[in-house]
């Protein structure tokens, strides 16, 4: 998170009750997709918004003898994280609030955190700060323009993932507040980090753990077409 929340943000992620957790299947997606492009030799992967460390703890089998390094602004959540990791810090999302030297970083895992910050352009500014050239980024983040999404805005109905109060839900499905402030397409995301110095090597989809049982096989054949899909993957390299 960024260091400058408003304090009613602070008080609202340092709630116990609020989500830090990605889907597992979201992690493991994105977890083979790093395994995949790291070297053998032991590299340094960061989990920015590491949350509860969950998503490290479903990764870390995958990535073998890579170092994982989980980072977060809030307490609770790094507290939370310090059960499942052997690396936690804080740090935050402002100009040199990452405690990380330049180009230190090989990776960095950026899961379900942008659309929850105030200034993702610093945000995206300060991860490519401490990533080497050519490091890989791997971010996660709500697809505005899912399949559902797309049904529900033709009925006048508010998409799911968007979020109107930080008090209650309002106008959409669901019933759990998770303080989403920014949302994506998959061409507004891929034009973002293109625009903040990233190219974007593949842009795929995840399914959405909060679909309801009937409909996600519908929701799991989305995902090949990344444009309606719940969840947008990408892997990108620092230019």
């Given at each position: 998170?960024?260091?400058?929340?408003?304090?009613?943000?602070?008080?609202?992620?340092?709630?116990?009750?609020?989500?830090?957790?990605?889907?597992?299947?979201?992690?493991?997606?994105?977890?083979?997709?790093?395994?995949?492009?790291?070297?053998?030799?032991?590299?340094?992967?960061?989990?920015?918004?590491?949350?509860?460390?969950?998503?490290?703890?479903?990764?870390?089998?995958?990535?073998?003898?890579?170092?994982?390094?989980?980072?977060?602004?809030?307490?609770?959540?790094?507290?939370?994280?310090?059960?499942?990791?052997?690396?936690?810090?804080?740090?935050?999302?402002?100009?040199?609030?990452?405690?990380?030297?330049?180009a230190t970083a090989d990776a960095v895992l950026f899961s379900e955190v942008i659309e929850h910050l105030v200034d993702p352009d610093s945000a995206l500014d300060e991860l490519r700060r401490i990533l080497k050239p050519g490091g890989h980024l791997m971010l996660s983040t709500p697809n505005l323009a899912a399949w559902y999404n797309r049904v529900l805005l033709a009925l006048g109905v508010q998409p799911v993932f968007s979020e109107v109060s930080l008090r209650g839900i309002h106008g959409r499905p669901g019933s759990q507040v998770v303080g989403h402030l920014r949302l994506f397409t998959a061409r507004a995301l891929r034009e973002f980090l293109t625009a903040a110095g990233f190219e974007v090597v593949t842009l795929t989809g995840a399914p959405f753990h909060g679909v309801p049982r009937p409909l996600r096989p519908v929701d799991r054949a989305a995902c090949a077409a990344p444009s309606l899909a719940s969840i947008l993957l990408v892997h990108a390299r620092r230019v």
């Amino acid at each position: 998170m960024t260091g400058t929340l408003p304090a009613g943000l602070r008080e609202f992620y340092e709630n116990p009750a609020v989500p830090v957790a990605s889907g597992d299947e979201r992690s493991r997606r994105q977890a083979v997709m790093l395994a995949r492009v790291l070297p053998a030799e032991p590299c340094v992967v960061v989990d920015v918004g590491c949350g509860d460390g969950s998503a490290a703890a479903t990764a870390g089998p995958l990535l073998g003898d890579h170092r994982i390094v989980g980072i977060d602004w809030s307490q609770d959540a790094l507290r939370r994280a310090a059960t499942r990791m052997n690396d936690v810090v804080r740090g935050e999302l402002t100009s040199g609030g990452l405690p990380l030297g330049d180009a230190t970083a090989d990776a960095v895992l950026f899961s379900e955190v942008i659309e929850h910050l105030v200034d993702p352009d610093s945000a995206l500014d300060e991860l490519r700060r401490i990533l080497k050239p050519g490091g890989h980024l791997m971010l996660s983040t709500p697809n505005l323009a899912a399949w559902y999404n797309r049904v529900l805005l033709a009925l006048g109905v508010q998409p799911v993932f968007s979020e109107v109060s930080l008090r209650g839900i309002h106008g959409r499905p669901g019933s759990q507040v998770v303080g989403h402030l920014r949302l994506f397409t998959a061409r507004a995301l891929r034009e973002f980090l293109t625009a903040a110095g990233f190219e974007v090597v593949t842009l795929t989809g995840a399914p959405f753990h909060g679909v309801p049982r009937p409909l996600r096989p519908v929701d799991r054949a989305a995902c090949a077409a990344p444009s309606l899909a719940s969840i947008l993957l990408v892997h990108a390299r620092r230019v």
